[in-house]
């Protein structure tokens, strides 16, 4: 459930519902005030329309904005107690990656990359004469800038990558289109800043460090924006992997031979920077500390690893007696007071992962399989697998819905601009 402001000054809330591997658009609501009241309102009213007992949703996703945990908290949490929130993952690294690319000590790459954008963007000419100075300079199948955009999460972690393998060539080409065309503002900048040796240094020292180091947030922020994936399982071991990440370089006494390299070839000191990219990493942190941690569905999160049967097969190894156990499962609700035959059942899965001899497995297939086995295991391991890990369905939503509301279809009706919605959106699911 999300809400945003539509070109016409309206504010829009889609809610959709996820079960296993159907998400579906089921409302598109335009509220004259948003606060925690009027959402929570708002789903508690479609909820019945879809003959929804409000004993049955387990999971709230929304974005991390206050009035939608106040939303839940005061609005939905009385009425539904078995209601889990779950303030979207994806939204939060992006936030922690986000702190690299506002860092005060990465402002000159910020402004070099910004006034890039600028120079390339409605500059079809210039684009074809970046691309043949690629290729006069031996480049064979060059390819255009990747801009970033503010809606694209990671899309200015990956103008960084492309700077990093291209910014040799930038020099010359700038100097060209400033000798072109001297009064372009946002040429001239990034002509001054090119051919000034020592601040190109500095950008490139830092390229190298973001390029490097900013890989584990990209591929983080992959894995959370995943949709219609039975992953949910691997989240909380997603989650360890970044704290370490982070926790590790935050203290680091040393970045890799490569950057310090990179650092005594232009006569620095390795360590004046390393104290900067240590600042980069405490800032990152403590962004990750303000969301994580304290991650209402972190407990969810943990006890899901156990539907991952290499999860269980890797602790009963190593002596981990407590693994077997289904009471430390107990934030999964069904998992919290089993019934005798779920107990048998329980007692079979922890036994037959003993065998297992594969180091990856698909696990809608795994628990598929199970349930003539395990059919109320199963059933509870189905259901918690394909658990939604983010919000990116609703953004999708609304991009169909902002591509409906073109300006030349400003006057169509709040229903048609529904029905239409989710009709594109869900398509041939609807």
Known sequence: MDETTDDCSRSVVNTLFSFRQNTKLVSVDFLNRVNNS??????????????????????????????????????LKPIMPQLIHIPCCAHI??????????????????????????????APARKGRYLTHLRM???????????????????WFRMVFYTKDHIEYWPS?????YER???????????????????????????NF??????????????????NKPVFPFVEGRLEQLTSYLEGNRAAEYFGSDLQSLITQYNYNPNDFYIIFRAAFDSAYNKFK??????????????????DPLFLKIGIQTGDTSCSDIRRYSAIMELSNPSDELLREWAIYCGSVKNLIIDQI??????????????????????????PISSCSVERSFSTYNNLLSSDRQNLSRESLKQLNMLYFNGDKF
């Not at 080409?173 to 289109?177: I, L, M, R, S």
Request: charged share 20%; glycine share 2%.
């Open 290 to 307: 303000v969301h994580i941690p304290q991650h209402p569905a972190r407990s969810l999160f943990r006890a899901s690893r156990v539907f």
């Open 137 to 155: 300079h031996g480049i064979e199948n060059p390819c255009k800038i990747p801009l970033p955009n503010a809606t694209r999460w990671n899309s």
């Open 38 to 75: 009027t959402m929570g309102g708002t789903l508690l009213s479609i909820l019945p329309n879809y003959n929804i007992s409000y004993s049955l949703p387990k999971l709230f996703l929304t974005d991390s904005a206050s009035y939608m945990k106040k939303c839940y908290r005061e609005a």
């Open 210 to 227: 973001i390029a490097c180091y900013a890989r584990e947030f990209v591929q983080d922020l992959d894995f959370f924006q995943q949709q």
């Open 173 to 177: 080409f700038y100097y060209e289109e």
């Open 362 to 387: 698909n696990l809608d297939l795994y628990w598929t399989e199970m349930q003539a086995t395990l059919p109320i295991l199963s059933n509870i391991a189905l259901d918690c697998i394909w658990f």
């Open 181 to 207: 065309d001297r009064s372009h503002n946002s040429i001239s900048t990034i002509n001054e800043i090119l051919q000034n040796t020592e601040k190109k240094a500095f950008i490139i020292i830092y390229i």
């Open 93 to 122: 690294i992006n936030l922690i990656g986000d702190t690299w690319r506002i860092f005060p000590s990465f402002d000159l790459v910020k402004t070099l990359l910004a006034k890039i954008k600028e120079t390339f963007v409605n």
